[in-house]
DNA sequence: GTGAAAGCGCTAACAG
DNA sequence: CTGTTAGCGCTTTCAC
């Protein structure tokens, strides 16, 4: 690897010009651009990334924390993150947390070693060491998010997709709806409750916690929750999961009981990862835009990455709402009771 | 940021003190080393990487060059190489080509900026843009390979896996199969056409080009081969996808005829994707060992690393190849024709 | 538009 | 076991 002094002196122009082609080219003459360029191509010459890094003391490196990307729906938002990473000359490294603290811990650690010059939060905790109120490192949360003041968001509308899903099985005649929530402890799961209460209420329904399973997001939970369901005296006529996988589960063990879907039970879910698509039924559940965090998340963390630098206050907290969208499918039909 | 500069004054010991106690604690006394991490924790002090990885020439980082993350055997094999990397100090960067190979060349290039020390390519594609045998930088090449004397590759069983799938089916009676491949280009694909002729050899059957749909690993591709397949005058009583996806797409097709799987039409898959277990019904499969490609493949470039810093040369191409497992579910039944 | 020179924070001889 | 020192390859003032 030849490096910039021997670029130098083979194109016959000082280092701090070769350097100047490379980062900033317009200000460079034609001439002497062209020189050095055809000295750089004949040494097979590329800049060191890492002098150019620490000399700059910025890595153009981002890292999103990411609790499985076995799941699909996160795989989705790290292409978008990826992709608006790149737009901006960021490079996005994965931290797979695995729901584990530690391994987060060790990875959002990374910022403090000037590794990466800023952190996505993927999930519902905040990943630092130090205390909120004195974080210097850039941070945003998305999908699902802690409540920690300062710290920006980008949110997908779990109010508004639960309460439009739940409408719809309201309005095709269901009373007795099974719900199959996410962990009780995450702001999303209370979100997509609330969705669920409002629509409740405007057809004069309480939520009902009898009708309410707590579930994990795994097919497993989904399969569990409607054993469960099935086996009660007055079975409920549809069933709305917080995602798609345990929608999915649920209706490998509705069928088991010989029970059609959507005949004898309709099922929604939540999410549209490219499977739900292809389940038998084809299920009938809310899309989150999982690419579209991308965009407004790297704005926020490239605001933050920027005002650091210039030494700026933070400002107020920002956030951002992403809409959803009902994908009705073959899941739900009205309800045959009625 | 405090610097080590600052360390080594409040600590009242040199530089270079500090700067051990941190790479090498085991060669700093015990007392110098509490010494310096006292002034360091008081201070706030974490070594800045930028400056270590500037200073020896090496970024600890490589990157995952993968066509597609969204694809659920990617990202497990992307979670296998994580903690294989993880496992040697590495950090793990994505690059999401997208099949697009300029995007893959980006990607690649960061290794001649020195930003990553290795690539990992997950396609069957030389991803550099200098000569292979020229080449310097570290690489290995799994998943899918191509086919260059000089890069290790781990791979996947895929003769092997095919040919017990498609012993499977000859073992239950069917003498009619439609296979359901993915593109030519392929070696993998060719390797899995292979196991196929091997099986069918067994029986005294040669493999049908009739029989056999170019398929492109989506579950529309799959829908669309079952499609033409069930229209044929002679109908095949088993259909052999070289992918999960593919199969659950031919499955929604024949489903869609009035038919069952896998009492009128068997169906197997390949690659044993989370969703197997809960396609209706289950789907008969071969596992590939996802997460244990990491192991090999970081075994693999990290020797490269090392030999290539101590300027040794590289010597003879390396090849692990990952052993199979059948997943007998419900989709493969014995044919009824017989 | 270009060159000279300082220095980013750290590691690794080398000497003691 | 510890300190001194050179220097990794680049960017960025400051002159000219």
């Given at each position: 690897m030849s490096d910039i002094k021997k670029v130098s002196e083979t194109a016959g122009v000082s280092i701090a010009t070769v350097s100047r082609t490379f980062s900033s080219p317009d200000i460079v003459s034609q001439k002497t651009r062209a020189k050095v360029q055809k000295a750089a191509k004949e040494l097979g010459y590329h800049p060191n990334s890492l002098a150019r890094n620490f000399r700059v003391q910025r890595s153009y490196s981002i890292i999103a924390l990411v609790p499985d990307m076995t799941n699909p729906f996160?795989?989705?938002?790290?292409?978008?993150?990826?992709?608006?990473?790149?737009?901006?000359?960021?490079?996005?490294?994965?931290?797979?947390?695995?729901?584990?603290?530690?391994?987060?811990?060790?990875?959002?650690?990374?910022?403090?070693?000037?590794l990466v010059d800023g952190i996505i939060q993927l999930s519902a905790h905040y990943p630092l060491e130090c205390e909120p109120s004195l974080r210097k490192i850039p941070l945003v949360n998305i999908c699902e998010c802690f409540n920690e003041p300062n710290v920006p968001q980008v949110i997908f509308d779990n109010v508004g997709g639960a309460r439009a899903i739940m409408k719809l099985l309201l309005e095709k005649q269901h009373r007795n709806i099974g719900i199959v929530t996410g962990p009780n402890e995450s702001p999303l799961n209370e979100e997509r409750i609330k969705g669920c209460e409002e629509a409740l209420y405007e057809y004069g329904i309480k939520l009902d916690p009898d009708n309410m399973y707590t579930g994990d997001f795994t097919f497993e939970e989904?399969?569990?929750?409607?054993?469960?369901?099935?086996?009660?005296?007055?079975?409920?006529?549809?069933?709305?999961?917080?995602?798609?996988?345990?929608?999915?589960?649920?209706?490998?063990?509705?069928?088991?009981?010989?029970?059609?879907?959507?005949?004898?039970?309709?099922?929604a879910g939540f999410d549209d990862i490219h499977f739900a698509a292809y389940s038998d039924p084809p299920l009938t559940t809310v899309a989150q835009p999982a690419e579209a965090?991308?965009?407004?998340?790297?704005?926020?963390?490239?605001?933050?990455?920027?005002?650091?630098?210039?030494?700026?206050?933070?400002?107020?907290?920002?956030?951002?709402?992403?809409?959803?969208?009902?994908?009705?499918?073959?899941?739900?039909?009205t309800c045959a009771k009625n």
């Open positions: 996160f795989a989705r938002v790290i292409g978008g993150l990826e992709k608006a990473a790149n737009n901006r000359g960021y490079t996005l490294l994965l931290g797979n947390t695995g729901h584990n603290i530690e391994i987060e811990k060790k990875y959002a650690n990374l910022a403090q070693t000037s989904g399969y569990r929750a409607a054993d469960i369901f099935l086996k009660r005296e007055t079975k409920p006529t549809a069933i709305f999961c917080f995602n798609d996988e345990m929608a999915i589960g649920s209706m490998k063990r509705i069928k088991e009981d010989g029970l059609r879907v959507p005949h004898d039970m309709s099922v965090f991308g965009e407004p998340a790297l704005n926020f963390l490239c605001d933050q990455i920027d005002r650091t630098r210039d030494n700026q206050n933070y400002n107020a907290p920002e956030r951002k709402i992403l809409p959803y969208e009902l994908v009705i499918r073959d899941s739900v039909a």
